[in-house]
């Protein structure tokens, strides 16, 4: 703007550059992901580097506005490691005092609902030996947005009785496309999986969104927001179902039919 001469090497926008969206990014980027990941500190700290540098090289940005946009992202970061102390997360694994109480819990709450615990299966670890259910207290995690009222008030209704013939129905469903994989339904169960050693669901869809994104050709601040939203979203999902899951602790298929065989992990 000040100087013709200077072409700018990367996307700007009408947005002032004081301070820089790339450094206030880079900033809040690298602080939380040293919480995350506190081995790779060095490798995190290049590269967040590397993004101020890059604004500074393209023409996009001064050393004054990064210096000002590095000091804001870390004063930014340190209000969601603050957060991040109390959120919860810390007591979702539980203790084996309670994990031996959730199936009387979730009997508890289907007589709450006025249903029958007669013949009624729940969850068991189907490992050998048997292992704790995962993160089983997830669900008291504190949410973005919604609070634990909300939670409680869009949980659905309980799944169909494991004596009902609604379960049987389902059940053979399951037992179906267990015994009949084709290749198409293959690739779907694999695209979908995300297990253990991949970038998991979260990660997944932040791949998704970021096609879009990089096609879009939004700005920092833009597509900030979009992933901001997007794992509030995210987070928001994984408290409810989790919130759910406990509080019904139903079995999974394979455990009511063992011929049901998973086609992933």
């Not at 700007?12 to 500190?41: C, G, H, R």
């Not at 000091?71 to 309670?98: C, E, H, Q, Y």
């Not at 709450?112 to 670890?125: A, H, M, R, V």
């Not at 694999?190 to 700005?219: C, K, L, Q, R, V």
Request: aromatic letters at 10%.
């Amino acid at each position: 703007v000040n100087d013709a001469g200077i072409i700018s090497l990367a996307p700007t926008s009408e947005l002032p550059a004081y301070p820089s969206e790339d450094a206030v990014m880079s900033a809040v980027t690298a602080e939380l992901l040293k919480v995350l990941f506190p081995t790779a500190l060095e490798e995190i700290t290049k590269m967040a580097a590397e993004q101020r540098e890059s604004a500074i090289l393209s023409g996009k940005a001064s050393i004054t506005d990064v210096s000002a946009g590095l000091a804001l992202g870390k004063s930014i970061a340190a209000l969601f490691t603050a957060r991040a102390a109390g959120d919860g997360m810390k007591n979702a694994v539980g203790t084996p005092a309670k994990w031996a109480v959730l199936e009387d819990s979730a009997k508890l709450h289907r007589t709450k609902l006025g249903l029958d615990n007669t013949n009624e299966i729940f969850w068991k670890s189907q490992d050998n030996p048997a292992r704790p259910p995962m993160l089983p207290f997830f669900g008291n995690v504190k949410g973005w947005i919604l609070s634990a009222a909300d939670f409680s008030a869009l949980r659905p209704g309980p799944p169909p009785s494991t004596s009902s013939a609604e379960m049987k129905t389902d059940l053979d469903e399951v037992l179906y496309y267990s015994e009949h994989a084709t290749r198409d339904r293959l690739a779907i169960v694999h695209f979908w999986a995300d297990g253990t050693g991949t970038y998991t669901p979260p990660g997944h869809w932040n791949d998704i969104a970021a096609n879009y994104i990089y096609e879009a050709g939004w700005s920092e601040v833009r597509t900030a927001r979009a992933f901001a939203l997007l794992n509030m979203a995210l987070h928001n999902a994984g408290v409810g179902c989790w919130d759910t899951k406990y509080y019904y602790f139903n079995p999974r298929p394979t455990q009511l039919n063992p011929k049901a065989k998973t086609l992933t992990g």
